[in-house]
C-alpha cells in the first residue's frame, strides 16, 4: 500500500482548519500593518541557498533538497523564504518602483531533519519582509506585527530573546575573538562544529550539540558606534511598544545573512521544539546578490509549532448545520435545488445519496452531527415546502416555505450559540 514518505504528512481536519485560520488572521493583520503578499516558486536555483543562506549553515550543508533536474540544472526545494523574496524583489524590478517594499509569504518549506514532533520534512512558514528601511523601529515593528500575530493565534506565554551581531565593521573582530576562543576549546567541539570554525565560528554558538555550552564562556560581542546605537534604540522602541524582550548575548541565529539585530520567539509547553518565530536584519544580502544597497528586516514562523502552541483544548470538525433528505426518488431534484438553496443563505448544508431509504438518509443526518434535517417528500416537492426537524433530543418538526426552514434554522442555531 503506498504511503507517505518519511517526515511528511497529511493534514486532515480539524487541523486543516485550523491552518486555514491561521493564515487568514496573519493576513488581516499582514493588511493592517501594509504588507503585501507574494507567492514564491517552490523550486529555485540550489545557488540561491548556497551563496546566501551560506554554505556553512546546517540548513544548506546538512538539510537542504537539492537535485539536478532532466536539463543538468542544479536546483533546491526552498528550504526557507527570504532568499527567493530577495530574488524576487531585484527580478522584478521593485526597487524602482520603490526601494521600500513589505512583503509577506505563506508555504511549505523543505528541509531533510530528523523527524521528531514539531520537527517536519515539509512544515508551513509564514514569513514577513521589511525591505528598504534601515531604522531601528523597522526592526521593532517587525517584532511588534510577529508578537500580534502571535497573539492573535491564541499563543498565550511566548518569550522573546534579542541580540545584535553587529556589522561588517565591528563583527570581524568579534569574529577573531570567538575563534581564538573557539580554538582554545576546540576539544568541547562537535565534529561538524570543529570542521566549519575557521570558516564561520559564529555557528558554533548556534550549534544544537555544544553551543549552549560554549556560549557560557564565549566573549562579548565590541560594537562599532553605529551599531551599538541602533540596538539601543531597538530596545527602546521595543520598551515603548511595549513588548517584553530579553537580551541573550549568545543569540546568532542559523543563517549567514544576518546583521545587527537578530531575534527567536519561544512558546511555553510544546516541548523541546520551542522556538517558534526567529529572523533578524540583513543589511548587506540584498547588494550581495547584485540588488542595490539597501537595508531589510524580516521574520519566519513556524506554523505548526504556532498551531501547537496555541491549541487549547479539543479542535472540532466543522459539522452541517442543515440535512438535507429526499423520501423518494421523485423528491430528489427537489431536494437538491433546497440544498443549494440553503447554502445561498449561508447555512453549512450537507446530504447523502438521496438515492437511499429515508431510514439511511436519516441516520447518515445524525451521524453528521448536524442540528437540523430538512426532509422533502412527494407532498413537500409537491407544494414547495420543506419538513424541517430539530435532531436535537425532544426537537419538533415544522412544514415550511424554504425561506422560513432558513430563518427558522438560523434564529434556532443563534439562540443556541448564545445559551451556550
Ligand atoms: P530550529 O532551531 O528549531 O531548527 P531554525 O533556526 O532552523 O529552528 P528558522 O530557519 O529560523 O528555524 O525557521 C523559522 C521557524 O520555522 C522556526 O522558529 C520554527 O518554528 C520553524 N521551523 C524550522 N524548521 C522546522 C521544521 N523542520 N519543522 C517545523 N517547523 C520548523
Ligand atoms: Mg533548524
Redesign the pocket.
Known amino acids: 500500500m503506498a504511503q507517505t514518505v518519511r517526515g511528511f504528512r497529511d493534514i486532515m481536519e480539524p487541523d486543516a482548519a485550523a491552518f486555514a485560520e491561521l493564515e487568514a488572521r496573519c493576513r488581516a493583520l499582514f493588511r493592517l500593518y501594509g504588507y503585501g503578499e507574494i507567492r514564491l516558486p517552490t523550486v529555485e536555483q540550489r545557488e540561491l541557498f548556497v551563496k546566501s543562506t551560506g554554505d556553512t549553515t546546517?540548513?544548506v550543508e546538512k538539510e537542504m533538497y537539492a537535485f539536478e533536474d532532466a536539463g543538468g540544472r542544479m536546483l533546491a526545494l526552498r528550504p526557507?523564504g527570504t532568499p527567493g523574496v530577495a530574488r524576487a524583489y531585484i527580478e522584478n524590478g521593485l526597487p524602482a518602483k520603490d526601494l521600500r517594499q513589505k512583503l509577506f509569504y505563506i508555504g511549505s518549506?523543505f528541509?531533510a531533519?530528523r523527524p521528531q514532533a514539531?520537527?517536519?520534512?515539509e512544515?508551513e512558514?509564514i514569513g514577513a519582509e521589511y525591505i528598504g528601511n534601515p531604522d531601528p523601529s523597522a526592526d521593532a515593528e517587525t517584532m511588534v506585527l510577529l508578537a500580534a500575530l502571535l497573539k492573535s493565534a491564541g499563543v498565550k506565554e511566548i518569550r522573546l530573546e534579542i541580540n545584535s551581531i553587529g556589522c561588517p565593521q565591528c563583527r570581524p573582530a568579534y569574529k577573531q575573538a570567538l575563534l581564538d576562543y573557539l580554538k582554545a576549546n576546540l576539544d568541547s567541539l562537535c565534529d561538524n562544529c570543529k570542521k566549519r570554525v575557521e570558516r564561520n565560528p559564529l555557528r558554533a554558538l548556534d550549534c544544537?550539540t555544544d553551543g549552549p555550552k560554549l556560549a557560557a564562556g564565549a566573549p562579548p560581542m565590541k560594537y562599532c558606534p553605529d551599531c551599538d546605537a541602533h540596538f539601543a534604540q531597538v530596545r527602546e522602541h521595543l520598551k515603548n511598544a511595549p513588548l517584553a524582550f530579553n537580551v541573550n548575548p549568545n543569540l546568532v541565529?542559523?543563517?549567514d545573512y544576518y546583521t545587527r539585530t537578530v531575534f527567536?520567539?519561544r512558546a511555553a509547553g510544546i516541548g523541546s521544539?520551542d522556538?517558534?518565530?526567529?529572523?533578524g536584519r540583513y543589511d548587506t544580502l540584498i547588494k550581495s546578490m547584485g540588488g542595490p544597497d539597501v537595508a531589510a528586516v524580516g521574520w519566519?514562523?513556524?506554523a505548526?509549532?504556532?498551531l501547537a502552541a496555541a491549541a487549547s483544548g479539543e479542535r472540532a470538525a466543522p459539522k452541517p448545520e442543515v440535512f438535507v433528505a429526499a423520501a423518494d426518488k421523485t423528491a430528489a431534484p427537489k431536494a437538491f435545488q433546497i440544498l443549494q438553496f440553503l447554502r445561498g443563505e449561508g447555512l453549512r448544508a450537507d446530504a447523502a445519496a438521496f438515492s437511499q431509504s429515508l431510514k439511511s438518509q436519516m441516520r447518515a443526518a445524525n451521524k453528521s452531527g448536524a442540528r437540523f434535517a430538512a426532509i422533502i417528500g412527494e407532498r413537500e416537492a409537491a407544494e414547495g415546502t420543506v419538513t424541517l426537524k430539530d435532531l436535537a433530543p425532544g426537537g419538533q418538526e415544522k412544514t415550511v416555505s424554504p425561506r422560513e426552514a432558513a430563518d427558522l434554522a438560523r434564529r434556532q442555531l443563534q439562540d443556541g450559540l448564545k445559551a451556550s
Not at 522556538?275 to 529572523?279: C, D, H, L, P, S
Open positions: 546546517d540548513i526557507e518549506m528541509r531533519e514539531g520537527r517536519y520534512r512544515f512558514q544544537k541565529r542559523g543563517l527567536e520567539f521544539q522556538a517558534i518565530a526567529a529572523g519566519a514562523m513556524g505548526d509549532r504556532v
